[in-house]
Every structure is written in C-alpha cells, then in structure tokens.
C-alpha cells in the first residue's frame, strides 16, 4: 500500500510539473513571436527611413 501512494505521489507530481512546464513553454513561444513581430516591423521602418535619406532630389 505504501509503494502505491508512492508511486500516485510522484506521478502526480511529475504530471503538476509538466503543466507548469508546458504552461512556460506557451509563454515562452508567445514571447518570442511577439518579439520577432516586433523585430520585423523595426526592420521594416529603419528599411524605409534609409531608403528616404538615400532617395536623391526630394527635399
């Protein structure tokens, strides 16, 4: 009986651990799609902000 509670002990908390677990790894993927949003959208204003300085003749 006591090898039973021990073996119910520890799956359940190996199965608390996996879900705080992949509960890390949904915020960590959200994170980083954020952050490569925000890295595209920089690159793309920098992009055209030299285009514009580098554009001859317009001022």
Known sequence: MRTVL???GVVGGALVLLGLF???VRWLVLIGAIALVVVI???FVRGRQMMR???PGRR
């Open 41 to 43: 959208v920089l690159a």
């Open 53 to 55: 300085q580098h554009s």
């Open 6 to 8: 021990w073996i119910v």
């Open 22 to 24: 992949l509960e890390a």
